[in-house]
């Protein structure tokens, strides 16, 4: 193998390491930093309505609902209105479904 294609074989395996670290750090995020970092802040708080409803409202209305999470995560992922008020949240398609998971998981334990 001559030299370039050994850099090549050394820079994917490193890229491969990072990106495999990368999702491992996510599994194990916490949760109101990752809704931080993904932007959920900016319009949702813990107890107060900002913008969107407090995450405590939100768990309180989906406590012990069938299918909830899956119905938030995907709410979360595609955006919607009508259910909190007129203000409609938009889309997350930038924010992983492994994060979402995360949030949303953390949110229907409050």
């Known amino acids: 193998m001559?030299?370039?294609n050994k850099m090549k074989m050394m820079?994917?395996?490193t890229s491969a390491t990072v990106l495999s670290l990368g999702a491992?750090?996510?599994a194990s995020a916490d949760p109101v930093?990752?809704?931080t970092q993904r932007g959920c802040m900016a319009c949702h708080q813990l107890e107060t309505k900002v913008v969107g409803p407090a995450y405590k409202e939100?768990?309180?209305k989906y406590k012990g609902?069938?299918?909830a999470a899956e119905m938030l995560?995907?709410?979360v992922k595609a955006g919607g209105s009508g259910v909190w008020g007129p203000v409609p949240m938009p889309p997350?398609?930038?924010v992983s479904d492994e994060d979402i998971k995360v949030i949303v998981d953390w949110l229907l334990t409050l």
């Open 73 to 75: 995560a995907a709410k």
């Open 92 to 94: 997350n398609a930038h």
């Open 11 to 13: 820079l994917l395996a």
């Open 58 to 60: 939100v768990a309180a």
């Open 2 to 4: 001559n030299k370039m």
């Open 33 to 35: 930093a990752l809704a």
């Open 24 to 26: 491992v750090a996510t």
């Open 65 to 67: 609902q069938e299918g």
